[in-house]
């Protein structure tokens, strides 16, 4: 099984494909449901198959501290420690480290920190991160870059982005290649433009099995986060896979498919069923409102999950309040599910070409949240 | 369908059997799972029924002051709300006034007291208890009884246990029939044989479709307990099931299904998995515990629960150090499959007349627990 890349349709800029890896297909645009430590939060692998989930994410940085790689690696890699036979994608930690971990210091090297957890030092170099994403036996492998801060000068933009693509060098020289796994270059560039082309360029000198759009939705707000992928998209290969790092809502989601994007990656569903929201058809809900206490209809009549067809908002109003651990194991596989209809959704629209009636239909029943 | 039991087989004083109900058949032996607030904490329902539970316990304390009798019944009752077809049976709600409430002050006519949750005033009699126990659709509801304080002396155990009696009678008078359903006495009495003997006599007069043994595992320990069963036990109908409340470790359960009990329930195996703690046939384990920590085998070769057959105790032990809900969830599920097998191993060992071996291999395994 070679790593490769379908495209079989588009609309407009749109794209509706199939990633063929070493440990399944996954139908595109895709949302992958994030698995931090080796666990979709509040979720067993079933209830995360359940949800049409066919990619989770892996992250570097809490792995490396615990259990760390070389354990899971014992422990015969992430797929079988997590119950997860299927693909698995893991950052590079490089993100991570600059929002949590302690004492940072950075050099063209690497990244030495402390760890969260227990103040233990450190050092991350790009050949360090390849080798833990080895360890961890990951399908797609992401390139250690810097996630350049927002607002940043043009100046600051540059030397960030341009050490960045040394190290996607580096990184794609540590890459241990098998049959059907991949490695992804991350395009850096802030909101600049010509930066944004430098390292598209560079990137894809270096040939990787796909490209990921990082530096977005890091405070520049939707609008921007969607110019700088009118920018970007296009100057990435037609035929190779691209994904967007750490977006984001269902309208976000529809934006940026509609300019290009095929992977997608957020902690919002699950870190919202952790917090009694609730993404439907009819719009975000927060259940720990008042107004679901003898509310007898299911979360979302369109939905066909396990929190949708057994149970009603009263009673996830009432496990909320009453903080019982169920409410956010219903309300995590509720999200999930609807990030996955929502991709489905979009991948069935775009091979019909009616992806933008498909949008307007989604967005007008956001709408109606206060009738919902 | 009547409510009723079938003894299908006794080896010595243990007694294996069938419970029919309206909301199917309970082979006994049997372990309730319990399910406080309307759901089985760190449990979907699918989750509750694969470990093998036939029958799950609702708490009327809980339930009446959230989300309330009331509105569970608008919702379509208990089983409906939680998801769970199957029989439930619900306390009276006494014990837990006794042990959660404030302010309680108990009379002839019930007790009062005020919600631990936010101070509102109730008062709960033996006819109130019937009622809510009608609205939440209980299969199986529970007499509303002191549960002798311990230790009590014999005029404080008797005087408790009369009380307890004519709320008995005025409980069976306010219960509501219905085809199916069945409603349960409760032996009290203390640690006194003539009062067992008082209190088992005046409830076999009220011909309740089941009895209950109270008042015992509250601080008397195993020794006592099991002298009490020796008493009580045989006081009560043969062809009626007999109900041990709110016990207890997996010895416990094997001494008193020796002594001819059929029903049980305790928070000790959901607790435990909430607290990383393990019921396995080698005993009982800390997952906390560093020495898991490179542990590569199965929690329990021996059994088929989820987390037995896809994770490794070095999982268990990193979910358990990253506080991630998934180590509650696998670890409920094992322990609740635990004790269901065991009653499942008993039952089976009755029927064939091999019980007093079924215990002795059983506890001889428990001993292995530094090994396990």
Redesign the interface.
Known sequence: MTFSFDLLGTDGAARAGTLHTAHGDVPTPTFMAVGT???V???????VRSTGAKIVLGNTY?LML??TAE?VA???GLHK???WPGPILTDSGGFQVMSLAKLRKMTEDGVTFRSHIDGTAYHLTPERSMEIQHLLDSTITMVLDECTKFPATHDEAAASMRMSTRWAKRSRDAFIPREGYGQFGIVQGSVYEDLRKESAAALRELDFEGYAIGGLAVGEGQESMFAMLDITAPLLPTQKPRYLMGVGTPDDLLGSVARGVDMFDCVMPTRAGRTARAFTSHGVFNLRNARF??D?RPLDESCSC?CCT???R??LH??I??E???G???LTTHNLTYYQSLMQGARAAILENRYAAYCEKTRAGWEDAKNG
């Open positions: 430590a080796g666990t939060k509040a979720m067993t692998a079933d209830a809490h615990r259990p354990r014992r422990l015969g420690m997590m119950d206490i003898d007898g396990l057994r149970h009603t009263a009673y009432h496990l309040r009453a019982e651990i169920l956010p194991m219903l």
